[in-house]
C-alpha cells in the first residue's frame, strides 16, 4: 500500500507525514522532550548545588590515577550527581556543605576524557570563582 494519490487526498497525505516523522530519531528526540527531563540540570547552563561528600574516581584504562570529584546535591530539583573539580589542588578549597556552582563538562551531556560517569565540573564555590582561588587573586569567604 504506497502513498493516497489525487486530487481529494491533501489530508491524508499531511496526516500521513505527521506520522511517519516521529520515525525520525532527531525529530523525535526534539519534540518528545526527555532530554530536558533526562537532564540533571533541566536544560540550563549552569545549577547551585550542596557539596554532599569528596570522592575520588579512578580514571579509566590505560590511565591511572585517582581524579578529584565532589558529589552534588542540586538545589533546583534535588538530584544527586558527581562533579569533577578542576585544577591541582582545588579540591581542599571546597568543603562539605558547600553551595557550588555547577556547569557541563564541554561534551553536552557525556562524560570526558578517562573520567567515567562524570558529566559536570565545579565552577564556584561560596560565590567565588574556583580559578580566582587557585591563582591566588581571591580568598574563600569564612561563614
Not at 110 to 138: E, W
Request: charged share 30%; proline share 4%; glycine share 12%.
Amino acid at each position: 500500500m504506497g502513498k493516497p494519490r489525487g486530487i481529494r487526498a491533501a489530508r491524508h497525505l499531511r496526516i500521513h507525514r505527521k506520522k511517519q516523522r516521529w520515525a525520525d530519531k532527531a525529530f523525535k528526540r526534539v519534540n518528545l522532550g526527555t532530554h530536558i527531563k533526562a537532564d540533571p540540570l533541566g536544560g540550563s547552563s549552569h545549577a547551585k548545588g550542596i557539596v554532599l561528600e569528596k570522592i575520588g574516581i579512578e580514571a579509566k584504562q590505560p590511565n591511572s590515577a585517582v581524579r578529584k570529584a565532589v558529589r552534588v546535591q542540586l538545589i533546583k530539583n534535588g538530584k544527586k550527581i558527581a562533579c569533577f573539580v578542576p585544577n591541582d589542588g582545588c579540591l581542599n578549597f571546597i568543603d562539605e556543605n558547600d553551595e557550588v556552582l555547577i556547569s557541563g563538562f564541554g561534551r553536552k551531556g557525556h562524560s570526558v576524557g578517562d573520567i567515567p560517569g562524570v558529566r559536570f565540573k565545579v565552577v564556584k564555590t561560596a560565590g567565588v570563582s574556583l580559578i580566582a582561588l587557585y591563582r591566588g587573586k581571591k580568598d574563600k569567604p569564612r561563614t
